[in-house]
């Protein structure tokens, strides 16, 4: 192929390997955007008492989820009240401690509501972050392993 040949080749083949890209918006002639639908606020979830822990994932998370992420001198006990302020019952919720035994606050709170056979569990990060999920209950009962703050308040 000779220099002439392919520059004639090269302007014949860039306008039209360029012009596919100009077509964009106007690829139909004639046509007409359709409107953005607004999106409206999702409504609250709803506490489903007799489901399970699948039925009231959505609900825990949003008990849970503005009190994990707000500054808390005692996240534990925000984490509890928050549960128990929306429905759930107080003897089925097991929650960690806040400070470690040197008395620094812990890297995470765990909170945890058994439902039936499994557990939702919620955990709240020393940088205020929520993360959530549902696991088995424990063969012995309970959702958490180890020793849990006492609820007594």
Known sequence: MTARTFVLAAATVMPLALGGCSLGSNA???????PTPTVSAAPAPVFLPDG???????????????????????????????LVSAG?????????EDLTKTKIPADSVIVAVQIKRSCLIGQRTNEREY????????????????????IDW
């Open 28 to 34: 139909t002639p004639g046509a007409t955007s359709t």
């Open 52 to 82: 399970d822990a699948q039925d009231n994932k959505a609900y825990f998370d949003w008990a849970l989820s503005a009190v994990a992420t707000s500054d808390q001198r005692q996240p534990g006990k925000a984490l509890v009240d928050s």
């Open 88 to 96: 759930f019952q107080k003897k089925s919720i097991q929650v960690t």
């Open 131 to 150: 993360f959530s999920s549902i696991e088995s209950a424990l063969k012995t009962g309970g959702c958490l392993v180890g020793t849990t703050r006492k």
